[in-house]
């Protein structure tokens, strides 16, 4: 992880500070594309001048830097959250990973659109970042489906495919969300999708059916 510069000693108001730039300048960046949006116009969008914001910051760049750290946060966060509900059955526990996974991406998702959308152009390190935490949620699921196919709770030839299409489903909610949102609340999307999962590892006869939280 690199350093990012800054001129305060309070590392609880950095940490605030640094937040309230990340939120911020996603929403603007979206709206604008990186390339097109000013340290100027961030700065005015969080209320600041543009030498107070740089006393949280050293470049422009150091804002995606901190974007591509706040995922790392969320992932962390995520599979923590997973770690706790572990107290059920498998299927129990892989039916509230993906309710915890996918109201996440509906929380932050214009920072996953603008992930995707910039990914490409990311450097070596920061792309890195993405991949790895990616592979840890599909890692953390195929250990779930794993888990389960052992006692008996599903069947499954290749965990890790269907771990992938987790993550598949979580990506197309946040892409086509403009889309889904038509017919479908985060709610009913996530019944449905898992719905279909426990059908097809439960080897099911008929649908099987989520009660909605």
Same mark, same amino acid.
């Given at each position: 992880?690199r350093?990012?510069?800054?001129f305060?000693?309070d ?9 309230h ?18 340290? !100027?116009?961030? @700065? ?5 001048? $543009?030498? #107070? ?8 760049? %150091? ?32 039916t509230?990973?993906?309710?915890l996974?996918?109201?996440?991406v ?11 959308h ?17 592979? !840890?949620?599909? @890692? ?5 489906? $794993?888990? #389960?196919?052992k ?6 030839? %290749? ?46 006869s008929?649908?099987v059916?989520?009660t909605?939280?």
């Open positions: 992880m350093k990012v510069r800054t305060s000693s590392i609880d108001l950095v940490k605030e500070r640094r937040s730039i990340v939120k911020t300048a996603v929403e603007l960046i979206v709206k604008k594309g990186y390339n097109h949006t000013s340290t !100027r116009e961030l @700065a005015a969008a969080l209320g600041m001048s $543009t030498g #107070g914001l740089y006393h949280y910051i050293g470049s422009k760049d %150091d804002i995606l830097y901190l974007i591509i750290n706040f995922t790392s946060d969320l992932t962390q966060s995520l599979l923590d959250n997973c770690t706790k509900c572990n107290n059920g059955s498998i299927t129990q526990h892989f509230e990973c993906i309710r996974y996918l109201t996440g509906e929380q932050y998702r214009d920072l996953h659109n603008f992930i995707n910039v990914m490409l152009s990311l450097s070596v390190n920061d792309r890195r970042i993405v991949y790895e935490n990616e592979s !840890r949620i599909v @890692a953390y699921l195929e250990k779930v489906l $794993t888990e #389960g196919v006692k008996g709770e599903f069947r499954a030839h %290749d965990c890790k495919c269907l771990a992938h299409n987790v993550v598949a489903i979580a990506n197309a909610w946040a892409n086509r969300g403009w889309y889904l949102k038509r017919y479908y609340t985060i709610d009913s999307y996530i019944k449905e999708q898992t719905g279909a999962l426990l059908t097809l590892l439960t080897g099911a008929d649908p059916h989520v909605a939280r």
